[in-house]
Structures are given as C-alpha cells and as structure tokens.
C-alpha cells in the first residue's frame, strides 16, 4: 500500500457547515475504506491548513478516486502527497550511482 498525505481546506460552503466536520471526517472513512483505503489520521489543524489526513491506497488511482470522492461533496479543497516511509526510501536510494 502507498502512504498519501492530504492538506486540506474548507471551501464557504464546508465553513459554514463547520459544525459537521467530525460527521463529515467519519463519512469520508466508511467511503474510503469502501474503496479499499485505509484512512490513518484526520488532525484538524490551525495555520494554513484547516485539516491534515493521511491514508494507505493500494495504488495513485484508487488514491485518486478517494480524492474525488471527497471533493465531490463540496466541502473542502485539498492537495494531495505521496509520502515514502524509510523502507520505500532506501530501494528508492539504492538504484542511484
């Protein structure tokens, strides 16, 4: 599984639903492991950005897809990251002269 970070911000129309933001961080869970994404972490977060989530995928479309998902509510904006854990480093490193 690949390791995605995700920064996330609310658009006006997540703002003004503020108050079901946990509600909505659940949904996104059940509707990402429907798709075979394991969701670690959903950390609210002051600065300039309002949300950080991380999750597994299984490759960049299915982390794609989930990514749609979440846009499609209209809720937020996001970027998203792939991240290499030290293992995933080191093979990277390797194949360097």
């Known amino acids: 599984m690949a390791t995605y970070i995700v920064l996330v911000n609310w658009t006006d129309q997540g703002v003004r639903a503020v108050k079901e933001t946990v509600n909505r961080a659940k949904a996104f869970r059940e509707v990402a492991a ?12 002051l600065g300039p950005y309002d949300l950080v989530i991380t999750f597994d995928a299984p490759d960049d479309e299915t982390a794609t897809r989930v990514g749609l ?29």
């Open 34 to 45: 429907g798709m075979g994404v394991k969701v670690g972490s959903v950390l609210w977060t």
């Open 69 to 97: 998902a979440l846009a499609l509510q209209g809720n937020v904006r996001s970027t998203t990251m792939r991240a290499f854990g030290e293992v995933e480093m080191t093979g990277i490193l390797s194949g360097l002269k």
